[in-house]
């Protein structure tokens, strides 16, 4: 009797490995999936500094409904979404793209407010661009790695 439980345990464990692993796979970003988020939030960071409130707001608009459709796209693609701050030790990857996003909008617009600037507003878009495609790319990385270690 022990040995049959001890058995149907291994077999259980050996199965839910077997799903991770297989989850794993399938949470293969698309190539294009962070240029795209990366384009958005870019374009968010610039608006949001220097934009008028039209501006401000048509972007805000695009920009969620953006996101709106690239986790529509990804949870199609993989049958699953992973919230970014709630993925455990992959999160840490997400952590830092915040620290970048929040203080290159503040930064950029305090040259913008202050001095009147606005160039620092798009080298702030180009720094998150690379920024979310840094970050992202290893989220997933470091998400599949961590779906594929053992329990």
């Known amino acids: ?25 399938r949470l293969t970003t698309p ?6 988020l990366g384009l ?3 374009m968010f960071v610039v608006t949001i500094t220097i934009g ?4 401000i707001i048509a972007v805000t608009v695009v920009y ?5 459709v690239l986790m529509g796209a990804y949870k199609k693609k993989t049958g699953m979404w992973i919230n970014g701050l709630t993925a455990g030790k992959a999160s840490w990857w ?8 929040v203080g290159g909008m503040a930064g950029a617009y305090y040259f913008h407010a202050e001095k009147g600037l606005d160039w620092p507003a798009w080298v702030a878009g180009i720094v998150v661009f690379v920024a979310v495609n840094v970050f992202g790319r290893g989220f997933d990385v470091a998400l599949r790695k961590q779906l594929r270690e053992k329990l």
């Open 52 to 55: 008028g409130t039209v501006a």
């Open 1 to 25: 009797m022990e040995n049959q439980s001890a058995r149907e345990a291994q077999e259980a464990l050996t199965a839910i490995a077997s799903a991770r692993s297989n989850a794993a796979e």
């Open 31 to 36: 190539w294009w999936y962070h240029p795209v």
């Open 40 to 42: 958005l939030a870019a």
């Open 64 to 68: 969620f409904l953006g996101l709106g």
């Open 94 to 101: 997400t952590l830092p793209l915040l620290v970048v996003v």
